[in-house]
């Protein structure tokens, strides 16, 4: 098994409609290849866990690397493990713009932490507030 956890900007913020669309299309494609994972999107910017055989997530991880809708791509962790943290979800998401979502007990810590953005700066120095997040979201999901 293999985690890959990435940040990158979009050029043009998402609207609702492209964000399902996105979604839509990741869960299918996903499921064909055995991936999983969660997306999260914040004002123009995504973090996102993929997670599978290593060789499947590198190949989606290039695909996902030549889209021109969004730019600024950096790996935050790139390694093996022994177990899927989101191994339900062909990919799980949560849009953070939403106003509903800063109700949920305890998610004010990692958007105080993290400035509001998902950007690389934001974790480059300790990549584990990114784990810490993604957790966040997977227990919330259930």
Not at 14 to 31: Q, V
Not at 60 to 85: C, F, K, N, P
Not at 131 to 136: A, E, G, H, S, V
């Amino acid at each position: 098994m293999f985690h890959l956890v990435y940040v990158s900007s979009a050029v043009k913020p998402f609207s609702e409609s492209e964000l399902i669309d996105l979604l839509s299309k990741s869960r299918e494609k996903n499921a064909q290849k055995d991936i999983t994972g969660i997306l999260l999107y914040n004002d123009g910017n995504f973090m996102q866990i993929l997670e599978g055989e290593e060789a499947a997530v590198q190949q989606l991880y290039d695909i996902i690397s030549h889209d021109q809708r969004h730019h600024g791509m950096v790996v935050l962790v790139a390694e093996q493990t022994s177990e899927t943290i989101f191994g339900e979800w062909s990919m799980a998401f949560r849009n953070l713009t939403n106003k509903q979502i800063h109700e949920i007990p305890g998610f004010s810590r990692f958007m105080e932490r993290t400035e509001r953005t998902l950007i690389e700066e934001n974790f480059k120095n300790d990549p584990t507030g990114c784990w810490d997040l993604l957790k966040f979201f997977r227990e919330t999901s259930r």
